[in-house]
Nanobody, 124 residues
């Protein structure tokens, strides 16, 4: 099991940028992939991006592809989500999650460990 702590959220104007961080502790070696998800008020939690722990393979939802970049620093046990060209519809609580086994996935229930989330608010 791993523990995840997100940070870096905040209030930004449309068109601005933010970088979220997810600090991983515990049995980080048991994590096959890391994902970012988000949940807007009144909506279901949705997949944003994922990255394999042992490679640079990534996956993005269509709504963020070309604007967001997921990356990792295994030496620092940290996963990042760089968000550019933010839109008001990106407003949500962003969660980091760990998937213990292959393959990479966008399915929420396949991620075992979750952080507490960090709020991102984009004003128009």
């Amino acid at each position: 099991q791993v523990q995840l702590v997100e940070s870096g959220g905040g209030l930004v104007q449309a068109g601005g940028s933010l970088r979220l961080s997810c600090a991983v502790s515990g049995r980080s070696s048991s994590s096959y992939a890391m994902g970012w998800f988000r949940q807007a008020p009144g909506k279901e939690r949705e997949f944003v991006a994922a990255i394999r722990r042992s490679s640079e393979r990534t996956d993005y939802s269509d709504s963020v592809k070309g604007r967001f970049t997921i990356s990792k620093d295994n030496a620092k046990n940290t996963v990042y989500l760089r968000m550019n060209s933010l839109k008001p519809e990106d407003t949500a609580i962003y969660y980091c999650a760990s998937k213990p086994a292959p393959p990479m996935s966008r399915i929420i229930n396949e991620y075992r460990d979750w952080g507490q989330g960090t709020q991102v608010t984009v004003s128009s």
